[in-house]
């Protein structure tokens, strides 16, 4: 089965900055506050168990090494070749079955002294 995926990559200081951005809390009646991603970049409904992300020490502006352990990488690879990154990134976040094109409106870039993070854009991928 064909499905989207989004891509977005950045720069965080570690592993658990990224996790903290992302981080959905709740509140004392079990209802959800959006976590500073979705905020900052205006999400849309998603699933969050579908949200890949990963951080490396060593950053990279080849998107084939960016992408190279990810979920379904061998079609992602292929769709986001021609991207021509202008920066290096350690951050990767994907999200599965979500396409920003449609579902957000298209912040593309993110840049705080702490971190910073860009819409690479959407792909397809088979399930």
């Known amino acids: 089965m064909k499905n989207n995926v989004s891509l977005w990559l950045g720069n965080f200081s570690n592993y658990d900055e990224v996790e903290k951005y992302t981080e959905i809390k709740y509140d004392e009646d079990g209802e959800s506050i959006p976590s500073v991603f979705e905020r900052e970049f ?11 992300k990963d951080w ?3 950053a990279e502006d080849d998107i084939k090494e960016i992408l190279v352990n990810c979920s379904y990488d061998d079609q992602l690879i292929e769709q ?5 990154l202008n920066s290096k990134y350690n951050t990767i976040i994907l999200i599965y079955n979500y396409n920003y094109d449609k579902d ?24």
């Open 42 to 52: 205006k999400l849309g409904y998603y699933d969050d168990d579908l949200m890949e």
């Open 56 to 58: 490396v020490p060593d």
């Open 80 to 84: 986001f070749m021609d991207v021509k």
């Open 104 to 127: 957000g409106p298209a912040v593309n870039s993110v840049n705080k002294n702490t971190y910073q993070l860009d819409f690479i854009g959407v792909a397809e991928y088979i399930d």
